[in-house]
C-alpha cells in the first residue's frame, strides 16, 4: 500500500544493481521526491513484491498514482515526460536520447566482464570485445566533454539522463581500472570523478557499502589483495 502519495520506485541490491541505481538516479539526482522500496534480487522475499510491482519480475520498477513502468529506459523516459521542467534530456536532447540507447542495448562484453561490485577491488583480464567496449566509452566521453565543456561539467554539459545511464561505469571503473591494465585518460577520468562525487553517487554507494549480501553471478575477477 502505498501511504505517502509519493511515487514509488522498486530497486535490488545496491551493491550489484545498475538498472535499479540507474531508475534511482533519475529520480534522486534530479531531486524528484519518491519512495523507495528495496527488494533482495533473486530471494523469495521479493516475489511477492515484484509481483504487485513489476510484470518482468525485474527491477526497476516504478508506481504512482495512475501510472506503472518497468524498465530503466521506459522509467527515464516517462519521468523526463512527466516531470518537464527538470529537463533531463539536457540541452542537447538528439545525443542524450542516442547515448541512453546506445547504454541500454550495449556495451554487452563491458557488462558481462566488468559487474557493478561497488565494494570490491579486482584484477580482471578484459576481452578484446571488452576492451572495445572501454574504447567506445571513452570516445564518448572524449568527444563530448571537449565538446561541452563550457557549458558545464556532466557529459553534455548540464545534468542529463546521459549521466545517468553511464553513471554505473563510474562504479565499475573504480572497482577494475587500476588492478586490470585499464588505462582512462585525463579528460575520461576527471567526468568519472565528477560522477563519482555527486551527492546522489555518494549516497547510493554509502548505501551499498552497508549491504552484505553476495551475488555469485557478479562476482568477477580475482581480490586485489590476492594478486
Ligand atoms: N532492461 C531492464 C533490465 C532489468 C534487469 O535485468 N534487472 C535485473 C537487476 S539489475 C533483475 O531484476 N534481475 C532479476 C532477475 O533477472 O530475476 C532495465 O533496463 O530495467
Redesign the pocket.
Known amino acids: 500500500m502505498n501511504l505517502s502519495n509519493k511515487p514509488q520506485l522498486v530497486i535490488?541490491n545496491k551493491n550489484?544493481?545498475?538498472?535499479?541505481l540507474?531508475?534511482w538516479l533519475a529520480l534522486h539526482a534530479f531531486g524528484i521526491e519518491f519512495e523507495e522500496i528495496q527488494i533482495e534480487?533473486?530471494s523469495d522475499s521479493a516475489k511477492p513484491i515484484l509481483q504487485q510491482y513489476s510484470p518482468?519480475?525485474?527491477?526497476?520498477a516504478y508506481k504512482d498514482a495512475n501510472s506503472m513502468v518497468?524498465?530503466?529506459?521506459a522509467?527515464a523516459g516517462f519521468l523526463a515526460n512527466k516531470f518537464k521542467d527538470k529537463n533531463m534530456w539536457g540541452n542537447h536532447p538528439d545525443i542524450c536520447h542516442s547515448l541512453v540507447a546506445e547504454m541500454?542495448s550495449g556495451f554487452l562484453a563491458l557488462r558481462n566482464e566488468m559487474p557493478m561490485n561497488i565494494r570490491a577491488k579486482r584484477q580482471i583480464m578484459p576481452s578484446q570485445a571488452c576492451l572495445n567496449d572501454i574504447n567506445r566509452v571513452e570516445q564518448i566521453f572524449n568527444k563530448y566533454r571537449k565538446e561541452f565543456v563550457n557549458e558545464g561539467d556532466y557529459l553534455l554539459g548540464s545534468l542529463s539522463l546521459a549521466d545517468v545511464f553511464f553513471a554505473p561505469l563510474a562504479f565499475r571503473f573504480k572497482t577494475y581500472n587500476h588492478y586490470s591494465d585499464i588505462q582512462l585518460n585525463q579528460i575520461s577520468q576527471t567526468y568519472i570523478n565528477t560522477l563519482l562525487t555527486h551527492p546522489s553517487m555518494q549516497l547510493w554507494q554509502q548505501q551499498a557499502l552497508t549491504e552484505t549480501s553476495v551475488i555469485k553471478h557478479d562476482e568477477t575477477g580475482m581480490d586485489v589483495q590476492n594478486v
Open positions: 535490488g550489484y544493481s545498475t538498472w535499479s540507474r531508475a534480487l533473486f518482468t519480475g525485474k527491477v526497476p518497468w524498465d530503466s529506459l522509467i541500454h
